[in-house]
C-alpha cells in the first residue's frame, strides 16, 4: 500500500511558477514509475509528465513541454513538478500517481493516487 500527499498548489498569475511535491508513504517508492495528471471540471484527467523508477527518464506532454519539469528524490520518497511560465489553461486539480506498470502516460495503469492540490493561474 502506497499513500501519497500532494501540496504546493495555489493561486498565482500568468507566467508565474509554482513547485508541486508529493510525498509517498512506504519502502517501496523507488520501485514505482511517478506520475503528475490533472483534471478541470467536466474532463477527463490528463496525463502532464512522468519520471522512471530511477529517475534517469522522464516523459512530458507536449502542451507542457519546455516550462514543466518532473524530479524525483527516492531517498526522501518524494516527486515533485516544476512549473514555470504558467498559463491560465494549466488551471486544474493536480493528482501525483504511481505504477507498477509500464505504460507512463495511461491513467488506468496507475495503482495509487493523491487526494489531489488545486492551481489557479489568473490572466
Known amino acids: ?6 501540496s504546493g ?23 514505482y514509475i511517478m506520475g503528475w495528471f490533472r483534471q478541470t471540471p467536466g474532463k477527463e484527467r490528463e496525463f502532464v509528465a512522468a519520471i522512471s523508477r ?15 519539469t518532473i524530479s524525483r528524490d527516492n531517498a526522501k520518497n518524494t516527486v515533485y513538478l516544476q512549473m514555470n511560465s504558467l498559463k491560465p ?7 501525483c500517481g504511481a505504477s507498477s ?7 488506468w495503469e496507475y495503482d495509487y493516487w493523491g487526494q ?8
Open 1 to 6: 500500500q502506497v499513500q501519497l500527499v500532494e
Open 9 to 31: 498548489g495555489g493561486l498565482v498569475q500568468a507566467g508565474g511558477s509554482l513547485r508541486l511535491s508529493c510525498a509517498a508513504s512506504g519502502r517501496t517508492f523507488s520501485s
Open 54 to 68: 530511477s529517475g534517469d527518464d522522464t516523459y512530458s506532454a507536449d502542451s507542457v513541454k519546455g516550462r514543466f
Open 89 to 95: 489553461e494549466d488551471t486544474a486539480v493536480y493528482y
Open 101 to 107: 506498470g509500464s505504460y507512463y502516460y495511461i491513467l
Open 116 to 123: 489531489g492540490t488545486q492551481v489557479t493561474v489568473s490572466s
